[in-house]
């Protein structure tokens, strides 16, 4: 274990984390809230830790996918402890354990959240600003972030990093260069989520607009208001929706739009992606339109529903409505969703669709290897073999997510709540969405469960966010030895 390389990528890490500080920082400042202190202070402890740790430079810059796993585990909770500290400083939450709980939940681009409707609007500007922030930091990755400037490990070992970070069972570059990579996926990031608020400013409040963009952008779901995203105008709920699906595509695909590669931007993973949401907003809004009571016009059933299965399958988790009072069918529909959800290489979370698109050519494989036992034949997609490496790692990852959803569902259920609730909390905070149902659907929030569920569902959604092997790496003794 290379141990040098950890410490000093940390250390870069919180001095990252430092300068992401400023954003909040000059919130304050414009509104001249008080909390600027807080937020100072915060941004003086990450500097100085920071700066220590990356003191002394290692003997060796090697990073292997042991070291990438650990880095990016590391990173993440590092971040997300010192991340918590403006909250706590400044008095808008008390407790570390909710403070982490919401830092987290930013990061990891969750939207879960232990505060109430009115808490939220009750919170400093800056600190609002800070929630949003976090998700548009923690949507592409923080160490992706870092690559596009730094140069955090040598030999072309960059790659390590990145396919720990990023989301799906494969990651590939874009361009030869690790650090052109991570640039372009950057540049593609910021100039869509500038385009949203662009749209966005004129129909709402500059400040809602940009903290909108950020949240969306992440496919996080923090609001700055009590009651989510129903107060907006159709207008602005129509353009979030749209947005919302355009985060939960593989950014590769734009890039490959740019260049003119059409028929590798709307590959297999982004049509059935596109299908699947055409197929749930159709099967919502016409069970909405045919419920026994309905309260909603055929219009507005359409936007309602649109809005919250690209709310959920994009594991964003805005709300324009609370769809836990929804028929069955329509909860049974966003549930189903919350666990495909976004493409591999997005913003978003989930299980990710390339994963079943391949676990589903697979079972057909096997299906009709059964009639023909002795042929052989390839996984293909896109007209591009699938490696028995790739499927048995989707194997291995369900396998994974399987148990630590049981385990956690089994350490929620002491708190002594309903099974819908609880196993909601865990669909929403592994699968990184924010919203369940019954005490945690939109109109709930995470704040009654005891201190050690929130712990339980912190580590969920690093875990979520992670792959989930990142985060299991960092309790075997194995990954420790030299």
């Known amino acids: 274990m290379n141990y040098g390389i950890i410490r000093r990528t940390i250390g870069w890490i919180l001095l990252f984390e430092a300068i992401f500080f400023l954003v909040p920082a000059i919130t304050a400042t414009v509104y001249w809230e008080r909390e600027f202190f807080s937020i100072l202070i915060s941004m003086g402890i990450c500097a100085i830790v920071g700066g220590l740790l990356v003191i002394g430079k290692p003997k060796s810059d090697a990073v292997y996918a042991k070291e990438g796993f650990v880095i990016v585990a590391l990173s993440w909770i590092v971040l997300s402890l010192f991340g918590a500290l403006p909250f ?92 052109s990579t991570a640039g372009i996926l950057y540049l593609i990031y ?102 026994p009571t309905p309260d909603l016009s055929t219009g507005e059933a359409i936007r309602h529903s649109a809005f919250s299965v690209a709310s959920i399958i994009s594991t964003t988790g805005f709300s324009t409505v609370d769809f836990n009072t929804w028929p069955s069918f329509s909860k049974t529909i966003l549930v189903m969703t919350m666990f495909v959800g976004a493409c591999a290489g997005s913003t978003g979370g989930g299980i990710k669709v390339s994963r079943f698109v391949i676990l589903f050519k697979g079972m057909s494989h096997e299906t009709k290897r059964m009639l023909h036992p002795k042929q052989v034949k390839k996984i293909l997609v896109d007209n591009r073999v699938v490696e028995e490496e790739t499927v048995r790692g989707i194997h291995s990852y369900l396998i994974a997510y399987a148990v630590v959803f049981v385990l956690s569902l ?59 092997f990142p985060m299991l790496l960092l309790l075997l003794p194995a990954t420790w030895r030299k």
């Open 88 to 179: 706590v400083i400044s008095g808008a939450m008390p407790s570390y354990i909710d403070a982490l709980f919401e830092t987290v939940s930013g990061f990891t681009t969750t939207g879960a959240s232990v505060l109430s409707g009115e808490q939220v609007e009750a919170l400093p500007k800056c600190l609002l600003m800070w929630r949003s922030f976090t998700h548009w930091v923690g949507g592409m990755g923080v160490l992706v972030f870092i690559l596009a400037f730094l140069p955090l490990c040598g030999g072309g070992q960059n790659i390590n990093l990145l396919r720990a970070e990023s989301p799906g069972p494969t990651v590939s570059k874009l361009v030869p260069k690790m650090r």
């Open 190 to 291: 910021t100039v869509l989520t500038l385009l949203q608020f662009v749209l966005l400013v004129f129909d709402m409040p500059a400040f809602d607009a940009l903290n909108t963009a950020f949240a969306t952008a992440g496919t996080g779901g923090f609001t700055v208001k009590a009651d989510g995203f129903a107060g907006y105008s159709p207008y602005a709920q129509v353009v979030v929706t749209v947005f919302m699906i355009l985060f939960s595509i593989n950014f590769a695909s734009f890039f490959f739009i740019v260049r003119g590669k059409f028929k590798e931007a709307f590959n297999t993973e982004v049509r059935v992606f596109l299908t699947i949401v055409v197929v749930a907003i159709t099967l919502v809004s016409v069970n909405l339109c045919l419920a």
């Open 410 to 468: 089994l350490v929620v259920s002491l708190d002594g709540y309903d099974l819908t609730t609880n196993f909601t909390a865990i669909a929403a905070t592994i699968n990184n969405i924010g919203p369940g149902l019954e005490a945690v659907g939109p109109a709930g929030n995470f704040g009654f469960f005891s201190w050690w569920t929130k712990l339980v569902l912190v580590f969920d959604m690093l875990a979520g966010r992670l792959e989930i």
